[in-house]
């Protein structure tokens, strides 16, 4: 790798994480401030990277543009948007979308529940360990063949994950999976919200609301979910699946 490049993309790296100003750039990278300033200035003048007033330097927007088009690429974010912004009204509760990239959780999408009460997440990773959507994603690797911890199975057998204060951020979370062709799991939706206002209880109550977006997502995405979904909590049906929903709901009814 071109070692320009190579030190470009993790200064780049850096800056997404907090502003730097040129001395904290140079020891990032472990070159001199002059190497570190030609790299900024190229970044800057590509709209990677902006300085401030107080002569730090942070991500520009070229950056936000390039990852709102690659998000863009994702279509299950398509398709989940109205579920999540109807779940979102429902319940109050952030309500998020992440699928498993690179061996990571990335966050597609969100509907923010109070205002100011966490951080966007949209675009930011996440490790799969220790967070409740990284825990959905992974079991629907075992689905696949992976081996499976008992953790995971039991995940799989209830059909949700959850999680208080066990990442960076103190917040309790319920996560759910969304379900592809073949039942795979493609992505994971989740409700989040801060631990000092929210217990685990409460948020578990909304379980029954999750799982049922989660399905209704599954459905409009092309899956086969289980049948957890619920079309009066869910909203209407996408008219492409309105068969499989019939089925379903007949179903349900005989059980």
């Known amino acids: 790798m071109s070692q320009s490049v190579d030190r ?17 750039a140079a020891s990032s990278l472990g070159v001199h401030k ?3 300033l030609r790299l900024l200035r190229t970044l800057e003048e590509h ?15 070229r950056v936000l543009s390039l990852a709102h088009r690659a998000l863009e ?20 509760y952030t309500v998020r979308l992440a699928v498993l990239h690179d061996g990571e959780v990335l966050y ?8 100011g009460a966490e ?12 967070t409740a959507v990284g825990r959905v994603l992974l079991a629907g690797l075992s689905a696949d063949g992976v081996p499976e911890e008992p953790e995971l199975a039991a995940v799989r057998r209830r059909g949700w994950a959850a999680e208080s204060c066990e990442h960076r951020e103190p917040v309790t ?74 089925a379903r709901a007949s179903a349900a009814r005989r059980r």
């Open 173 to 246: 979370c319920v996560a759910a999976p969304v379900a592809g062709s073949g039942g795979r799991t493609v992505a994971a939706c989740a409700l989040s919200a801060p631990a000092s206002e929210v217990p685990p209880g409460e948020l578990a109550r909304m379980v029954p609301e999750l799982l049922c977006t989660a399905e209704a997502i599954s459905l409009a995405y092309g899956g086969s979910p289980t049948p957890r979904w619920c079309e009066n909590r869910c909203g209407a049906k996408p008219a492409g699946h309105a068969s499989r929903t019939s």
């Open 119 to 130: 951080p966007s997440r949209i675009g930011r990773r996440a490790p799969v360990d220790g």
């Open 108 to 115: 597609l999408d969100e509907v923010a529940g109070l205002p």
């Open 8 to 24: 470009a993309l993790t200064l780049l790296d850096a800056l997404g994480d907090a502003p730097l100003s040129l001395e904290q």
């Open 73 to 92: 690429d994702f279509d299950v974010r398509q398709v989940a948007a109205p579920y999540l912004a109807a779940l979102n009204a429902r319940c109050g």
């Open 34 to 36: 002059s190497t570190a």
């Open 47 to 61: 709209g990677f990277a902006r300085r401030q007033p107080d002569l730090r330097y942070r991500l520009g927007g």
